[in-house]
Each structure stands twice: as structure tokens, then as C-alpha cells.
């Protein structure tokens, strides 16, 4: 990859297409919706100029809280043309997560989709800044809001999408993405055009292939894959969401040949029944995100030809990966690309050498394809920029070869199903029920790979607190995917004498003890499972 220019960026690749093969398909969505390359610049630059006759301009922070759909994606296109910068909000944000996003971006309009006005309205009152909700797909009024409340209909009438936009520089913002916190709040990653634009595992399809794309656009991953399928022309096949009872059913029908994978998105196709026509499909390469232990195994069942080993993260885009012409290890993220430079360190900066086990840290070759740090949080970013690099947070080892191996999340973060989940804020929420003194929460591994999110909590005195009682609370306060699957109440935290910080080490030893209960069976773990769990 050469130094990202303004011509290799998405909006100026899709507008490009419009242009040069306007009627070339860049959209199938499986509710039958169809859209070319054409179709979908004229929808972003609608976009673009309906946001300007509201009053969004060049610098504005926008919110942005919509489904996987293709108006999520437009509208984010349609503020870059202004030269407005996205902040996406996570769909299952609600409560005091919702507000502090929300509050912390600084932004004066907030586009949501209509399912989501109900999380709106408990937090609202709590943001004196938003000025305009914009109600993209509702047709009649909105009422009981005190701000202004744009409908769809009035957004997008009498509208004619102008021409005179300048696109974005690769310097320029693309987004603010909020990535989980772990000692603390969330943050928000200020991530450049040009880190947007500098993946590289499309070099794995080619065009006329299809992928599948059923991430969320408030996560990196989302928009990478519409960046990938524009810069390779492939056709984009997207579902709001993951589905294992009709992903080979779409895979079939629509003839999908690439598809991007969570680790537990792949197990539970794998514990589907075996099936003799399991290999008759068109899917021709997967990429794992993590790579998980049963992909050989995967591949030979499902009839798969290739796989892409990656890494990246919010902050860094895309490491690692294997060239296509080199044989890559599955167990391994892969080799890492000729843009950067790794290193492997002690916890003083210092390299260690192949096999040995320490942080990955991390800097680029080219001006603007990493974070241009965290939004209001001049601390964090000081914290991770140490020594000229940037401090990943993740353990990794790498081999003779070059090849590396992701071990672990050095820092306290949980992933569950996808979702980078922050302890801190896990154990914000349990803390605020009025029964619970304090709480810790910890990762534990789960059946179908990455993590399953246990509390463990001290009730406040004379409380009579049940487990399932606090879970019932949490389920009605929390995103849904940081809800806790097991929960054990003791009657004091381990801590260390100097600081009073929780020893978390200790609560992983024995995670799933006779003292655990299990939200998914309403049951202690042994009466269920017969024997302890473990943590990885």
C-alpha cells in the first residue's frame, strides 16, 4: 500500500463507479431491495445535501444510530461529502451508556432510526446539546420530544441531489468510533480516512465475487467491508443481522463466494447437524476474525477453498494478513504488512524476541492510516502513544518466520458474540442497583468461543438480594450484549493492600465455582454442567 490519496478514498471510489459503470449492481440486500453503483451515489448525495439544508456542516459531529441497512452507510457518505464526521452509536446502547456517548460527542443533530426512539427518549432530557432529531424512516409525525424532530418525508423533500461537494482528504475524519474502555469510560477513536481506506485483505476477491455483509455499521469492521467490496467490485449481499438458520439457505440463493466471520459465528454453524450437501455451496473463502481452533475442520466440512488470517482493531485498522501466494498459517493473524512496523515488548518498551509472550505495539510507514488518537481524551491518547508507538493493549508472540500469534487482551476488556465489552462499565450498571455494594466483572470463556461476561458482587448489608432478581434489572437497564450470563455474590472482593484494587486474577481462577449462577439455565453451574468451568 502506497500512501492512501483522495482518489483511493470510499466516497470518491463510489462516486467513481457511478460514474464509469453506473449500472453495475453494488447491493443486493435479501429483503430483494437491489441497488447500483449509480443508485447508491445519488441516495449519498441526497443525503448530503438534505443534511446541508438542515444545517449540518463542514467540522459538525453527527450522531448516527441505524441498523445494518444501506441507508446507514449513505448517510455516513453523505457527511463526509459535507465534511461532517459520523459518530455511530451502538444500536443496543441504552440508559446512561446511551447518554454518555451521546453527550460526549458534541453533536447537535442525531439521525435514528424509529425502532431506537424509545432509548431516545430516556435520555434526551440528559442532553441539552441535541438540537434536531432527524427520523429518517418515519413517514408521520414524531411527537413528545422538545427538540426538532425531522421525519423521512420532511428530510427528503423536494430534495435534488447537488453536485457541488468537495470529498474528504485521507487526513480527514471518516468517523468517531467508541471502542470499549477498560479502567474507565468508553472512547471514542478519531479514525482518518485514510486508516478507513487501508485495508487489504481484498486482495483475496475478485470481481464478480459477492460477500456477505452482515455487520454493524457502528463498528470498523461494517464499514471496511463496504470499502473492501467498492475498491474490489464485488457485490455487497446484505441482512441487518447474522442469521445461522438462513445463512446457508442465502448463501445458495444469492450465490455469496467470501464471507467474514466472528469466532462464534462460526461455532454455532459448526454444531449444526451434518448434512451430506454441506459442501455444496458457492462460499469459496471465509476470513475469521479471530481465527478459531475448528477452521481446518470448518473448511473441509463446508467445502471451503481458502481462508484469510487477519488482525486489527479499532484504533490500528488492519496488521496482519497473509499474501496470497504464501501458504498461510491458520493458527497464526499472519504476517505483517510491509506498511508497518511491530514490535513485541516487555513492560518497559523493551523487544523480545521470537516465542516469547508480551505486548504488541505498533506504527505506521504512512501519514494518517492509524488513529489520530482519542476524542476529548488527550490523557488516554498520551497513554498510548509511548515512545513513538502504539501501545495495542494485546498480547501477541510471533515465530522465526514472521508469522504472528494473538494470545490474549492484556488489558480487562471482555468480547462476547462480537462486541468488545468494557468491565468498567459492566460493573457500573450492576453497582447502580441500590442492594449491591460493589462488583467486579470478569471474562469467561464460552462454549462458542470469545467470551461469556460473569459479575461478581457483594450485596449491600442486609440485603436479600436474589441473583436472578439483579439479573432480571440488569436485562432491563444494559445493551443486551453486556447483560452478565453468570453471577456469583461473595461477601468481600479480593484486593491489594496498597492500592484497593480488585485482584481479578483471583475471581479467574475458579470462575465457574458451586457458587455461580447461570442466567441461561436459572441454575448454580455444578447442579447443571456436573463440573467446573475454566477461563482461558
Known sequence: MDSVGREGLLPNIIARHAEQRPDQVFVEHVDGRVITYSQFHEDVLRWATALRRLGVSRG??????QPNDPNAYQSWLGLAWLGAVEVPLNTAYRGKILQYTADWSDARVWIVSQRYLDAVAEVIGDLPKIETLVVWDAIEPVTGFAQRVVTGAELFDGVVPARDFVPPDPWDLSCIVWTSGTTGPSKGVMIPWAEMSSTEFQRFLRPGDKTYHFWAPFHLGGKSIVFIAADV??????????????????????GITHSLFSEA???ILMVAPVKDDDADNPLRGITPYPVFAQVRKFMERFGIESCTTAYGTTEVGQL????????????????LRDDFEARIVDAHDYPLGPGEIGELLVRSKHPWVLNAGYYKMPQ???????NGWFHTGDAFKYDEDGNFYFIDRMRDSIRRRGENISSFEVESFVIDHPDVDEAAAIAVASALGEDDVKVVAVRAPGSSLTEAELLDWLTEKMPRYMVPRYLEFVTDLPKTDATMKVQKAKLRRDPLNDNTFDRETQCMVPAVAGTKGSNR
Open 380 to 386: 488516554k491518547t498520551a497513554e498510548a502513544w509511548v
Open 60 to 65: 459538525d459531529n453527527v450522531l448516527n444510530m
Open 320 to 335: 496482519f494478513l497473509y499474501d496470497e501466494d504464501f501458504p498461510p498459517v491458520l493458527e497464526a493473524c499472519g504476517r
Open 233 to 254: 467490485q464485488v457485490t455487497l449481499v446484505m441482512r441487518e443481522t447474522f442469521s445461522a438458520g438462513k445463512f446457508w439457505d442465502e448463501v445458495r440463493a444469492f
Open 265 to 267: 459465528m462460526a461455532q
